[in-house]
């Protein structure tokens, strides 16, 4: 069992930056591979981020390429996804998950956090 909690989360206008933070408790998170995705308003969850076990193989959606940078750190079983020149259309709840493979299909993913709320303003 892994246990998921997202932070960081929070209203910023549009062209600024946020860091939101994964900390994974329970079952040993580096044998997981961590992906986050997102949902805005009336629309399906998305793939946003994905990043490998050892942290050594990362993706990204093409909406976010450039802009976004997913980073783990083992030693404090947390995940970070540091997010630059956002966007409005970047407003959504941000979820972090975990899967026992590198892929960015949701159905992979065993557990997931709660989410957490970005707001970009125009």
């Known amino acids: 069992q892994v246990q998921l909690v997202e932070s960081g989360g929070g209203l910023v206008q549009a062209g600024g930056s946020l860091r939101l933070s994964c900390a994974a408790s329970?079952?040993?998170?580096?044998?997981?591979?961590m992906g986050w995705f997102r949902q805005a308003p009336e629309a399906e969850r998305e793939f946003v981020s994905i990043?490998?076990?050892?942290?050594?193989?990362?993706r990204y959606a093409d909406s976010v390429k450039g802009r976004f940078t997913i980073s783990r750190d083992n030693a404090k079983n947390t995940v970070y996804l540091q997010m630059n020149s956002l966007k409005p259309e970047d407003t959504a709840v941000y979820y972090c998950?975990?899967?026992?493979?590198?892929?960015?299909?949701?159905?992979?993913?065993?557990?997931w956090g709660q989410g957490t709320q970005v707001t970009v303003s125009s």
């Open positions: 998950a975990a899967a026992p493979v590198y892929s960015s299909s949701e159905g992979r993913y065993n557990y």
């Open positions: 329970g079952r040993t998170s580096s044998s997981y591979a």
């Open positions: 990043i490998s076990g050892s942290g050594a193989a990362t």
